[in-house]
């Protein structure tokens, strides 16, 4: 009997093990059929998209209803980074799985490596602050729009109001961008309004600037540079949350800090001249109260041609007013002036600077010389006129330089010439180490003729021709070239204006 209840007791034992062997076999194959279920109900490309909030201000914020907006609408599958400048106060509160980028560096922290950031993604969403994602669908719908098209950005506008698609033409040689709205286009260059943008991480890491703000902008211009196109979406629109920058106050701090973005960007992107619809032009460059924007000028060749570029447009401005300010003023001295080397040049070309020249030059009789209040006072001492200008003589020998003013070098030089058995001579040996700055016959000053230079008449050489050609060679008007061809620029830069 005990045998018996011993064998009945092992058998038990035996079954009950099996049984509960048998309910783990099912639950774990149960949960592995529940989690391939849930992988089947996720789609893949939700796990290939990070969601980058980069637009949106410390001082008044939405961006934890935001971040709740996305995980919910991706069921917590894509991955979230919110970016700023430095570390965010008053400090966000936002849930664990949401990364935070601060792109200051420090002592004890590099600038981060944005590829880390996005290795594992396929799509980047760049989403402003406020918006919010109704579903997965929406998220799959942009990203299908983008998978289907011939673009590299697909942009859908957040709340009520729609996208205005802009053209963008962007002469970088100008460091100039033009603006013109292209209201019919299937594929815009660029947008304005709130807005989602989506791109393939690839393309966002192409980009020399890829989180520099304003977002649209950043994105615009440097799209426009690869020959990117943007692809506005008709449906879809993102909802919106609550109202930011509600007061008058707050709407002004945050005109205020993203037009200053406005001037970071342009500058890190060479851009100094907006030329708007209308015509308008907004300028970012140089201006009377700032030092020009290149340095001392080495062996006739400005540091920007080595970067691909010619003169910034806003120091043609500048160059352009100094010589007309001179130009008045040796009229009401009823000096005798002409138009010397390279802006004469410029003059029969085209009417005005060259486009890589970096000042203006005159010259005069040096005998007319004493007749000019502010050349003669230059001559002993630095003058600036009633009008800003800085009138001095030149450290390098017996000629003039007129500044822009006193914080903006740039300058119309004026040389004096002294007729000589019926040559022109360099009066007081002056030496520039110019090609074209020789001695001349006086016939062609006898008489005087005129040539349109920057927008005014200026007075010129007869026989403008055979002067310059004496000064630079034979067909050197029909032949442009760099003031020093010897010098190797790292470029190819075409010599023929633009247009």
């Known amino acids: 009997m005990v045998g018996m209840r011993k064998a009945r007791t092992v058998v038990f034992a035996l079954l009950v093990a099996l049984v509960i062997l048998v309910r783990q076999i099912l639950l774990q194959r149960s949960l592995e059929d529940v989690t391939e279920e849930e992988k089947r109900e996720v789609p893949t490309s939700l796990h290939d998209l990070t969601v980058i909030i980069r637009e949106f201000e410390n001082f008044d914020n939405d961006l934890s209803e935001t971040v709740e907006s996305v995980l919910n609408a991706c069921s917590h599958h894509c991955k979230i980074i919110v970016v700023s400048d430095d570390l965010v106060y008053p400090p966000l509160r936002l849930p664990r799985q949401v990364m935070s980028m601060v792109l200051s560096s420090g002592l004890f922290n590099h600038h981060p490596n944005l590829h880390d950031y996005l290795k594992i993604s396929k799509y980047v969403l760049l989403l402003p602050d406020g918006a919010r994602c109704s579903s997965s669908t929406q998220l799959l719908d942009l990203i299908n729009l983008l998978e289907t098209g011939d673009w590299q950005v697909v942009a859908v506008g957040v709340g009520g109001l729609p996208l205005t698609c802009y053209r963008y033409t962007l002469d970088i040689q100008a460091w100039t961008l033009s603006i013109a709205p292209a209201p019919q286009s299937e594929a815009c260059d660029a947008i304005t309004g709130r807005a989602a943008l989506l791109m393939k991480t690839t393309s966002l890491l192409q980009l020399t600037h890829p989180l520099s703000r304003p977002v649209a902008l950043s994105i615009g211009i440097q799209?426009?540079?690869?020959?990117?196109?943007?692809?506005?979406?008709?449906?879809?629109?993102?909802?919106?949350?609550?109202?930011?920058?509600?007061?008058?106050?707050?709407?002004w701090k945050r005109n205020s800090f993203e037009e200053e973005r406005k001037r970071v960007l342009y500058a890190d992107l060479g851009i100094k001249k907006v030329v708007s619809s209308g015509g308008n032009v907004l300028w970012y460059g140089c201006t009377r109260t700032t030092p020009r924007c290149f340095p001392t000028v080495v062996d006739d060749t400005p540091e920007y041609l080595y970067h691909g570029r010619w003169t910034p447009p806003c120091c043609l401005e500048g160059l352009r007013a100094t010589a007309r300010h001179v130009f008045q003023i040796l009229r009401t001295c009823r000096a005798r002036w002409w138009l010397e080397g390279g802006s004469l040049l410029g003059a029969v070309r085209s009417g005005d600077i060259i486009p890589w020249d970096y000042d203006v030059d005159i010259g005069i009789y040096s005998q007319d010389v004493d007749r000019c209040p502010q050349l003669k006072s230059a001559r002993w001492q630095t003058l600036e006129d009633?009008?800003?200008?800085?009138?001095?003589?030149?450290?390098?020998?017996?000629?003039?330089?007129?500044?822009?003013?006193?914080?903006?070098?740039?300058?119309?030089?004026?040389?004096?010439?002294?007729?000589?058995?019926?040559?022109?001579?360099?009066?007081?040996?002056?030496?520039?180490?110019?090609?074209?700055?020789?001695?001349?016959?006086?016939?062609?000053?006898?008489?005087?003729?005129?040539?349109?230079?920057?927008?005014?008449?200026?007075?010129?050489?007869?026989?403008?021709?055979?002067?310059?050609?004496?000064?630079?060679?034979?067909?050197?008007?029909?032949?442009?070239?760099?003031?020093?061809?010897?010098?190797?620029?790292?470029?190819?830069?075409?010599?023929?204006?633009?247009?």
């Open 386 to 499: 009633e009008d800003g200008f800085v009138w001095q003589r030149a450290t390098e020998g017996g000629f003039f330089r007129v500044h822009y003013s006193t914080s903006n070098h740039l300058h119309v030089d004026v040389f004096p010439f002294t007729p000589k058995r019926g040559v022109m001579t360099r009066g007081g040996a002056w030496t520039t180490n110019h090609r074209q700055d020789i001695d001349f016959p006086e016939h062609f000053l006898r008489p005087l003729a005129s040539v349109n230079f920057a927008g005014v008449l200026a007075s010129a050489p007869n026989n403008v021709r055979d002067f310059l050609e004496l000064k630079f060679g034979s067909g050197v008007i029909e032949s442009p070239q760099y003031p020093n061809p010897d010098v190797l620029l790292p470029y190819n830069i075409s010599l023929l204006p633009q247009g």
């Open 223 to 251: 799209g426009a540079a690869r020959s990117w196109k943007v692809h506005v979406s008709r449906g879809g629109l993102l909802g919106e949350g609550r109202q930011l920058y509600a007061t008058e106050h707050l709407q």
